[in-house]
Every structure is written in C-alpha cells, then in structure tokens.
C-alpha cells in the first residue's frame, strides 16, 4: 500500500501541515528544527500506534491541549489518531480503539542516523532494535516480549520488598520462563534468518568479499524448564541484588566481520555497510513473511552516507513508497 496524505494538527511544531506523497519518493526538506522527524513520528505513529520517541504528552504542541493526526492511503482507507492530553484515541473504518488494531497496522522501515552507530550502542538500545524487527515480523514477538516486561517488572518490584519469599515469585517465575524462553527461542531463529544473507547482501553494498555475522548473545534458555530452574536458583542473589539478574532481558548482539567482533575492527564505512544490509534483510523479510512491501521512512540518513551507498540505498528500495526527510536537497 501506498500513503496518499498525511496530515499533523497541533503536533510538535506543526499547528497544521498536510503532506501529499504519492509519488514512489517523498522528499521533505527543512532546516535543522523544521520539523522534519516529527513528520515521520505522525506517520510512524498511524502506520504502528506508538511514537519511536516519545510519549503522546510530549508531542502535543505546547500551549495547546490535543494533537490530531490522519493519514490516508491509497485505497482509501483513512486512519485517525487523537490525543486529548489523557487519552489517545485511533479511529479507522469508523471504529474507535485505544490501541491500533494490529490489522491496521502497516510495516514500515524506519531508518534513524543513530542507527548508524548501532554496533556501540548498549545493550539494550541493540536489544530494542532487533525486537523492534522481529515484532513486525510476528506479531506474537510483540505480545511475548510485553507480557515478559509485565512480569519482570513485578517480579523486579517484589525483589525489593523484605518479605520477599521464593515461593511468592512463584508465579511470576513461571510467566518469565515460558515468555522467556519463547523470546529465546525466536530471537535465535530470526537471527539465524539474518545470517543468511547478511553476508551476501552487505558483500552487494561494500563490494569486498567480507564475512559478516551477527551474534545473538544470551546466557537464557529456550527450555522452559531449564529456565525456570535458572530463576529459582538464583532467587538467594536476585533477592539481594534486588532485582532479577538472569533472563532475556540482559541478552545482547554483535556484530563479527571476518570472524572479529566489530567492536574494535570495523571502519565507520564497514558499520554503515551492514546497517543498510540489515535494513536491506528486514524489508524482505517482511515481504517474504507477511506479503507486503514496508514503507521506508528514511531520517536524515543521506548526509551520513557517501555517493555508493546512497544510490544501494535508492536502487534497492526502488519499488517500494519512500519518505525522505534531508536538510540539503539531494539529486
Ligand atoms: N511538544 C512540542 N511543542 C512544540 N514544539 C516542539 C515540541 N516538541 C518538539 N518541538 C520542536 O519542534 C521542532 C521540530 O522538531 P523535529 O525533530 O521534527 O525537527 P527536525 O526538522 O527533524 O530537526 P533536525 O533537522 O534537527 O533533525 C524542534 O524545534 C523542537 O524543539
Ligand atoms: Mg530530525
């Protein structure tokens, strides 16, 4: 599907912007503080139901009390998002909903310059863009991966009472070993997915015969029982640590180029080279699983790329609606 209009009221900066893009390339041009991601946050927020920035308060114009914002495709088909300083409010096929429905969601690839720095980010911000991936692969990820954060998050809470006891996490232990080790489980074949063609597709962008793979690195497990054991065993530290210190929660990836870890070898033009091939994997992988071709939002990510990438960029998104958003026009 394609979007045909995009419109943003009394959001972020925007008191009213409308944006027409049907064409197959969408270029919104803007200086520094235009307003150019917030642009893409409304989009993002139509086609997946929540901001990847920010909470719903701190998108609404300030000295104003609502945001509203609608996007139209090309079948048609409108989608609404309100927010009234409490509650947010989609509105699609005449239905209302707190939450977008996952049949209206649509994927989208978006691709932020902080991604290009994904091999140094910690931990968690590489754990967030891996299941940020594999949700919109499957939609059961996105379900495991929240009831998990549920549970962890009591169990976390219950860690820091005195009276904690191992049997009153007993229920709790049991929701993190099967979330868990589903999560386990998916994280390594969606990996594995990756590594399949992460070699070829980031050999076709940087022109070299380079190995790359990514590592997914755990010390969980994809059997429930054993899990479960794990956390139980644990339970004399987690209750002195006051937290829970064995789960997928603390899982990383890395990055390995001619079998080194990219930490202390790859060049900065080697990192961007596999970020695009990684966004390059997602995208048919998309296809392959779900049928349908994402929308590719790109933010600010030409200036950060040389002449060779960008056009990889372009010639590999070529049949697919892309939305651009540069501070310099771009040929
Ligand atoms: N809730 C808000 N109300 C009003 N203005 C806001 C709000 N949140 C952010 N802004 C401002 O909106 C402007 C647009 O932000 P945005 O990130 O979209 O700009 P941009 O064009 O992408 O900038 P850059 O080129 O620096 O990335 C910024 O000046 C920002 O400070
Ligand atoms: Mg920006």
């Given at each position: ?6 419109k ?7 008191s009213s912007?409308?944006?027409?893009c049907?064409k197959?390339?969408?270029l919104i041009?803007?200086s520094?503080?235009w307003?150019k991601t917030?642009?893409l946050?409304a989009?993002?927020i139509?086609?997946?139901g929540?901001s990847?920035r ?8 300030r ?8 996007l ?5 088909e ?12 989609f509105?699609?096929l005449?239905k209302?909903t ?14 932020l310059p902080?991604d ?14 891996f299941?940020?991936?594999y949700?919109?692969?499957d939609?059961?990820y996105?379900?495991?991966l ?18 904690v ?5 007993f ?7 099967q979330?868990?080790?589903?999560l386990h ?8 997915e990756?590594?399949?063609?992460l070699t ?5 962008i940087a022109?070299?015969q380079?190995?790359?793979?990514l590592?997914?690195?755990s010390?969980?497990s994809s059997s429930?029982?054993?899990?479960l ?12 640590l006051?937290?829970t210190s ?5 899982d990383?990836y890395?990055?390995?180029f ?5 930490d202390?070898s790859?060049?900065?033009g080697e990192t ?9 994997i997602?995208?048919d992988l998309?296809y392959?699983k779900l049928?349908?071709?994402p ?5 600010d ?12 960029l ?5 049949n697919?609606q892309?939305i651009?958003t540069?501070v310099?026009?771009i040929e």
């Amino acid at each position: 599907m394609i979007i045909n209009t995009v419109k943003l009221i009394n959001f972020r900066n925007h008191s009213s912007y409308s944006l027409d893009c049907q064409k197959n390339v969408t270029l919104i041009l803007g200086s520094n503080g235009w307003g150019k991601t917030s642009i893409l946050e409304a989009i993002y927020i139509l086609t997946r139901g929540k901001s990847f920035r920010a909470t719903d308060k701190d998108i609404i114009k300030r000295g104003t009390d609502f945001y509203r914002i609608e996007l139209e495709y090309n079948n048609g088909e409108l989608i609404i998002a309100t927010f009234d300083g409490k509650n947010k409010t989609f509105t699609a096929l005449d239905k209302k909903t707190r939450r977008l429905p996952t049949k209206q969601k649509y994927p989208v690839i978006l691709f932020l310059p902080s991604d290009l720095n994904l091999v140094d980010h910690s931990p968690g911000r590489r754990r967030d863009y891996f299941d940020h991936i594999y949700s919109q692969l499957d939609a059961s990820y996105s379900t495991s991966l929240s009831r998990y954060n549920k549970a962890l998050k009591q169990r976390n809470e219950l860690l820091k009472t005195e009276s904690v006891t191992l049997d009153s996490l007993f229920s709790w232990n049991l929701l993190l070993a099967q979330y868990g080790a589903e999560l386990h489980t998916k994280r390594k074949s969606y990996t594995a997915e990756i590594n399949q063609r992460l070699t070829s597709t980031y050999r076709s962008i940087a022109q070299n015969q380079d190995e790359v793979e990514l590592i997914y690195s755990s010390d969980a497990s994809s059997s429930e029982s054993s899990y479960l054991r794990t956390l139980e065993q644990n339970f004399p530290r987690d209750s002195i640590l006051g937290h829970t210190s064995f789960g997928v929660h603390r899982d990383d990836y890395q990055f390995l180029f001619n079998h080194q870890s990219a930490d202390n070898s790859a060049s900065r033009g080697e990192t961007r080279s596999v970020i695009l091939a990684l966004k390059f994997i997602e995208a048919d992988l998309i296809y392959e699983k779900l049928g349908l071709k994402p929308i590719i939002l790109l933010d600010d990510v030409f200036s950060e790329l040389d002449e060779t990438r960008r056009r990889c960029l372009i010639e590999n998104f070529k049949n697919h609606q892309v939305i651009i958003t540069s501070v310099e026009s771009i040929e």
